[in-house]
């Protein structure tokens, strides 16, 4: 279904990136895997995605908050594949704490990582895009962007962010035939929320369990793949934002 297309997906190398660097690769895709520093990680879901399913797949390490950073990974892309159609912009960081004590460190990081790191990915994608006349985005928001979360004012303005962000290129881009979408994804299974099990929330779910990676990477397929869909934000969350 995606055979013949490459897809750039940020922080791939474990958690819901790696599992949708895997759900495309068994679609056909081939992959540029985006990592923070874990270079063995990385190579692991490189190496899977080669084996497992013939594809192409390269890492690349890279700061998604460093614009000119971003700049040089792409054109390193785009000189090993050719060009890119499927941006998955999933890297993302937690700093959290209450508003009242936040450093300003803590809320600039997270607002340069989770939404200016999607920006610059976006940003020096597009041209490729335009030239395609094709192109497809998808932003891994959460349902925190919507709802608003106590304890997380950084996180959830980022992602928050991200949704305005989505809708505003999925307008300005239509015309030319590049699609952009975010999903919000609930309590997912990943290192990121491993503190998380015992949180009372999780008892709000209403289909009763924590999401899987794989639910996302569902998500995120269909979404690569829905050529009528663009400025959607698909909840994954078990029902816990409706
Ligand atoms: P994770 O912590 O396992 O993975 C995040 C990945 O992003 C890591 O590989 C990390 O190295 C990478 N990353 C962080 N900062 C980076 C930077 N500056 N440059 C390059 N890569 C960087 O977390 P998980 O759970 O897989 O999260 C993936 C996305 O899903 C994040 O955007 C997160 O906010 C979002 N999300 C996760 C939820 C969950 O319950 N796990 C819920 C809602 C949203």
């Known amino acids: 279904m995606l055979k013949g297309k490459t897809a750039v997906i940020t922080g791939a190398s474990r958690g819901i990136g790696e599992a949708i660097a895997d759900k495309f690769a068994s679609l056909g895709a081939d992959i540029a895997v985006i990592y ?7 190579n692991n879901v ?36 050719g060009t890119v159609h499927i941006l998955v912009n999933n890297a993302g960081i937690t700093r959290d704490g209450l508003c009242a ?23 020096h994608c597009v041209g490729m895009f335009v030239r395609n006349r094709e192109g497809c985005v998808i932003n891994i928001a959460s349902v925190v962007g919507l ?16 949704i305005g962000l989505t809708k505003s290129v999925a307008k ?13 994804p609930g309590f997912i299974k990943t290192d990121m929320t491993k503190e998380q099990e015992d949180n009372p929330l999780l008892a709000a779910v209403p289909l009763g369990r924590m999401g899987e990676p794989s639910d996302i990477a569902e998500a995120a397929a269909y979404l690569a793949t829905a050529n009528y869909v663009t400025g959607e934000v698909l909840r994954v969350d078990g029902g816990i934002a409706m």
């Not at 700049?71 to 785009?78: D, G, L, N, S, V």
């Not at 300003?104 to 976006?122: M, P, R, Y």
């Open 46 to 81: 490189c190496g899977n995605c080669r084996e497992k399913y013939g594809v192409k797949a390269i890492a690349y390490v890279c700061d998604v908050s460093d614009f000119d950073a971003v700049k040089q990974t792409i054109a390193a892309i785009k000189s090993d594949f």
């Open 101 to 123: 004590m936040m450093k300003e460190d803590d809320f600039a990081k997270v607002i340069d990582t989770n939404l200016k790191g999607a920006f610059n990915f976006i940003r």
């Open 147 to 162: 709802t608003g979360n106590a304890g997380q004012c950084n996180y959830a303005a980022s992602k928050a962010g991200l």
């Open 172 to 184: 300005e881009l239509a015309s030319r035939g590049i699609r952009c979408n975010a999903i919000a």
């Open 36 to 42: 923070a520093g874990n270079h063995d990680a990385a």
